[in-house]
């Protein structure tokens, strides 16, 4: 299917990030930054494992500086760029503590507001800048990719997130995969992890889809993201062979997952086992 200019269409994005996506590319200078974004431009170098976060940086820069010149045309200050509002939403939406995402100048620097206190992104965790800089390059990529859409945020994708749980907290690991299936609703995840804490947290968003017409007033439940067996899949994979843990019957997580799991609790249990004795002979 060839391309013509001026037709409307919805152009789906696939990106891969790779572990290395912590390591951001901020430029230093706005020199050489293009003026000007393609559609097709949300694909280029998508496939890349390294950080693409230079890209997104220069692309929200140019936004900003065409946000400001329409204010002034429309000579209303509330007036906001749709695309580029809705990277704004996507990085509110899975940061609840960030606000004001904004490229500053002299020193040139993409700056966030925490708590009240505005912060280079570099001076933040590296759990943040793992996640900020994949949403903010997803984000961007899709808005570019759709701009005519009222939600860019909705258009079909594919992205691959390689270890997915990368730097972050376990209480974060939790919550990930139901935060990033909620900004990017028609998005395909593929994710790798080593990580208990993402497998327990795909099995209670099964779970979620299962009771979601059950749920009353928990907002330990309320707030899980309901994901249909139909939509999963979930491997293990071993030296040797690749392991389906979907069971088919319940639409969770097989119990076979348990295994890898319990190696270092054996252990301990041998140790104990030990402990007792040793005092059991005293």
Same mark, same amino acid.
């Given at each position: 299917?060839? +391309?013509?200019?001026?037709?409307?269409?919805?152009?789906?994005?696939?990106?891969? +990030?790779?572990?290395?996506?912590?390591?951001?590319?901020?430029?230093?200078r706005r020199r050489?930054?293009?003026?000007?974004?393609?559609?097709? !431009?949300?694909?280029?170098?998508?496939?890349?494992?390294?950080?693409?976060?230079?890209?997104?940086?220069?692309?929200?820069?140019?936004?900003?500086?065409? /946000?400001?010149?329409?204010?002034?045309? /429309?000579?209303?200050?509330?007036?906001?760029?749709?695309? =580029?509002?809705?990277?704004?939403?996507?990085?509110?939406?899975?940061?609840?503590?960030?606000?004001?995402?904004?490229?500053?100048?002299?020193?040139l620097r993409f700056?966030?507001?925490?708590?009240?206190?505005?912060?280079?992104? @570099?001076? =933040?965790?590296?759990? +943040?800048? &793992?996640?900020?800089?994949?949403?903010?390059?997803?984000?961007?990529?899709?808005?570019?990719?759709?701009?005519?859409?009222?939600?860019?945020? /909705?258009?079909?994708?594919?992205?691959?997130?390689?270890?997915?749980?990368?730097?972050?907290?376990?209480?974060?690991?939790?919550?990930?995969?139901?935060?990033?299936?909620?900004?990017?609703?028609? &998005?395909?995840?593929?994710?790798?992890?080593?990580?208990?804490?993402?497998?327990?947290?795909?099995?209670?968003?099964? @779970?979620?889809?299962?009771?979601?017409?059950?749920?009353?007033?928990?907002?330990?439940?309320?707030?899980?993201?309901?994901?249909?067996? &139909?939509?999963?899949?979930?491997?293990?994979?071993?030296?040797?062979?690749?392991? !389906?843990?979907?069971?088919?019957?319940?639409?969770?997580?097989?119990?076979?997952?348990?295994?890898?799991?319990?190696?270092?609790? /054996?252990? +301990?249990?041998?140790?104990?086992?030990?402990?007792?004795?040793?005092? &059991?002979?005293?």
């Amino acid at each position: 299917m060839r +391309y013509k200019a001026g037709t409307s269409f919805q152009l789906p994005v696939f990106s891969y +990030y790779g572990v290395g996506r912590a390591l951001l590319d901020v430029p230093l200078r706005r020199r050489g930054f293009p003026k000007n974004h393609s559609r097709f !431009d949300a694909l280029e170098g998508a496939l890349n494992s390294v950080t693409r976060f230079k890209s997104a940086f220069i692309w929200f820069y140019n936004k900003e500086f065409e /946000e400001i010149k329409r204010q002034k045309e /429309e000579r209303s200050f509330d007036y906001r760029l749709p695309e =580029l509002e809705a990277v704004r939403k996507a990085i509110e939406q899975l940061f609840p503590d960030i606000s004001e995402p904004h490229i500053m100048l002299n020193p040139l620097r993409f700056a966030v507001k925490i708590d009240g206190t505005r912060l280079d992104i @570099m001076q =933040l965790s590296d759990g +943040y800048k &793992t996640m900020l800089s994949l949403v903010i390059d997803l984000a961007s990529r899709m808005a570019l990719a759709n701009p005519h859409m009222d939600n860019p945020l /909705e258009a079909k994708s594919v992205v691959m997130i390689d270890e997915v749980d990368l730097h972050l907290h376990p209480e974060w690991q939790r919550r990930v995969v139901g935060d990033l299936l909620r900004v990017f609703p028609h &998005t395909q995840f593929i994710l790798t992890s080593h990580s208990p804490y993402i497998v327990e947290a795909v099995n209670n968003h099964l @779970m979620r889809f299962q009771v979601r017409d059950q749920i009353t007033s928990s907002s330990n439940v309320s707030n899980l993201y309901p994901l249909p067996a &139909t939509d999963t899949a979930v491997y293990y994979l071993q030296k040797d062979a690749i392991e !389906d843990l979907m069971d088919k019957e319940l639409g969770l997580i097989d119990n076979k997952l348990i295994h890898p799991y319990n190696v270092l609790s /054996e252990a +301990y249990d041998e140790m104990r086992d030990l402990q007792w004795a040793e005092r &059991t002979d005293d």
